[in-house]
């Protein structure tokens, strides 16, 4: 169950990059997110109002770290596509958002069997492979740091979401949006782009937060029915998922080190599964 929920989010997440990826190509990156979180956040309340759960204060603190990873990670992200450096930023933050977690839960006591670890060596290069950008420009050294403190932040969301237990509900997942929304307000005021949404187009990060709010939801359950060392792996897959839209649906060309990346991620989930 745990591998189906990951898988869940991850295609979940892809599907929400790829709409909002769409829809930022034709405006602005940052209202288009702005919108997706607002109604990730949204989702996440209705969520927490329509099922049952007694968060203590802990928990909620978690979600409220999460959140905090959550912008960390959309801040420098961000700032190395605006750069020109997304070649060399998005393969080192999508490897750092799955590895983190993969060593809070191993120093937590988790002991994934040999298979799993099979696994977690074959989607680290393939998460990489994906994710690079043929011919990515701009600064090395910078493009470098950015990627290493975007995946710190995604890694800490996935770290901190899965110390939020079963009894909790989710109400730490709507704080966690919640901080989110702020996080993508104030970086973006900070590093001086516009975030309000002027452009009916900018409504397809809607979409997006919907798609956000259910992979966040099957993370959250996943970490709680299974080892957050293999829902953190297997949900880091959805890269795969946005480049695979990407070739279906707008026809673009896959490059022969992503689709090496594919079929390393296929073999990961393959391995995770049978363990």
Do not use: K, N
């Not at 892809?14 to 607002?38: E, H, I, K, N």
Request: aromatic letters at 6%.
């Amino acid at each position: 169950m745990a591998v189906l929920l990951s898988l869940a989010a991850a295609v979940a997440y892809g599907l929400s990059d790829f709409v909002g990826g769409l829809a930022a190509r034709r405006t602005s990156a940052w209202p288009v997110a702005f919108v997706g979180t607002t109604v990730a956040f949204v989702g996440a309340v209705a969520l927490a109002l329509l099922t049952e759960g007694s968060p203590t204060r802990t928990d909620l603190w978690w979600g409220a770290l999460a959140g905090v990873g959550s912008g960390v990670g959309g801040a420098f992200l961000y700032r190395g596509l605006a750069a020109g450096r997304m070649g060399v930023v998005a393969p080192i933050s999508a490897v750092g958002a799955a590895l983190l977690p993969v060593c809070v839960g191993v120093a937590a006591g988790e002991r994934p069997d040999l298979f799993v670890w099979a696994g977690i060596a074959a989607a680290v290069p393939g998460i990489w492979l994906v994710s690079r950008e043929p011919g990515g420009s701009g600064d090395l050294a910078a493009g470098i740091l950015d990627g290493v403190l975007a995946g710190v932040g995604f890694g800490l969301l996935f770290a901190a979401m899965g110390q939020v237990p079963e009894a909790a509900g989710f109400a730490p997942l709507a704080v966690a949006q919640g901080v989110g929304v702020v996080a993508v307000a104030v970086t973006a005021a900070v590093l001086g782009a516009r975030w309000v949404p002027d452009h009916p187009s900018q409504a397809w990060g809607a979409v997006a937060g919907v798609l956000s709010t259910a992979a966040a939801a099957a993370f959250l359950l996943a970490t709680q029915t299974g080892l957050l060392t293999i829902a953190s792996v297997v949900t880091s897959l959805y890269p795969a998922v946005t480049i695979a839209l990407a070739a279906l649906v707008l026809h673009e060309r896959v490059h022969a080190a992503q689709a090496l990346g594919l079929a390393l991620c296929g073999l990961a989930v393959g391995l995770v599964a049978a363990a």
